[in-house]
């Protein structure tokens, strides 16, 4: 996600590389060929002749000259590094899922508000103009309401990194992965009354399900599978005269009259989207509207309801995110 998003800072004019930090000599020299993981980013080589390199995260966030932070490093990471940037009055963009636990989310929230810096998680999905199409199609009313959603999104296990595979490191799929889909139900229906899950295949996966006692029926499927299992997501919302269908050919409506029409969305890369916008509130000292740090604490909380859940062999645990 560091090349990731280093290849959406490139195409910004009114930003400066001013460092960058990290343990692998190659990727400090500006050679980021071998970046990539699941995105299929295409190979890259930048120009770092002018930046100044950390192998120390404590000296990156300590660098007087930086006015943000970008993080992209394991997840049991993030809190501290995050903390420590805010506590040195930088701004904070930090990649999803914003931490481990719900106390250091709320730590990290606290920390911001105390020093009035930004800090913004990497919840691009709601940057992603599909799911801005699902947001707008569920809060609209136009199709009346929602009966029904369905949210997948699965992979191989990402046996091509040495610490996402790691549960204690990463969270494990719930965590680092459906952390997406779970995000954006509370984006468009909001938290559920309860909870109920349940293991999916042999890797680490699970089939879930958001209970919304006056509300629609929402269930959150997938993970990790065996490796080498493609990426993909999907969704699948009904209303009571439409259904709004994501899917690898595009996005679909489907209305009462029986017509099918794909829905021609904008080509925008999402990632550079969001940082965007992260610079733009840190810019103007504004609060991050769009993705604030505390509906990323919730989407965190209620992965570790559905984790929960899942132990508990299905049980349902209510929620209060």
């Avoid at 970008?70 to 420590?84: E, K, Q, R």
Wanted: with cysteine; net charge negative.
């Amino acid at each position: 996600m560091g090349a990731v998003h280093l290849n959406a800072y490139s195409k910004m004019d009114d930003v400066q590389i001013a460092a960058v930090c990290g343990h692998d000599p190659r990727a400090l020299s500006g050679d980021l060929s071998e970046a990539g993981g699941n995105v299929n980013l295409p190979a890259a080589v930048y120009d770092f002749s002018l930046v100044r390199k950390y192998t120390d995260w404590r000296e990156i966030v300590l660098d007087p000259e930086l006015d943000a932070i970008d993080i992209c490093v394991p997840t049991d990471l993030h809190a501290t590094i995050a903390i420590s940037a805010l506590a040195a009055r930088k701004h904070v963009f930090c990649e999803k899922p914003m931490a481990l636990s719900a106390a250091d989310c709320d730590r990290m929230i606290a920390i911001a508000e105390e020093h009035n810096r930004t800090l913004m998680i990497g919840h691009v999905l709601r940057f992603w103009p599909a799911y801005q199409q699902l947001e707008m199609f569920v809060k609209s009313g136009d199709f009346g309401p929602i009966l029904s959603a369905t949210f997948v999104r699965r992979c191989g296990l990402p046996d091509w990194s040495r610490w996402l595979p790691i549960e204690p490191r990463s969270g494990g799929a719930v965590l680092d992965l459906l952390i997406h889909d779970i995000d954006q139900a509370l984006l468009v229906f909001g938290p559920p009354s309860r909870v109920a899950a349940k293991k999916l295949g042999d890797v680490d996966a699970l089939t879930a399900t958001l209970i919304y006692p006056q509300g629609p029926e929402v269930r959150i499927q997938g993970g990790w599978f065996l490796p080498g299992v493609p990426l993909s997501m999907s969704f699948q919302v009904r209303a009571e005269r439409a259904e709004l269908e994501f899917t690898p050919t595009g996005l679909i409506l489907n209305d009462e009259t029986g017509l099918r029409e794909t829905i021609a969305v904008p080509d925008i890369d999402g990632y550079q989207a969001e940082l965007e916008y992260f610079l733009h509130c840190c810019r103007n000292g504004k609060l991050p509207e769009r993705c604030t740090p505390q509906d990323s604490a919730r989407a965190v909380k209620l992965a570790l309801l559905l984790k929960q859940s899942r132990d508990l062999d299905g049980e349902q645990i209510e929620c209060l995110v």
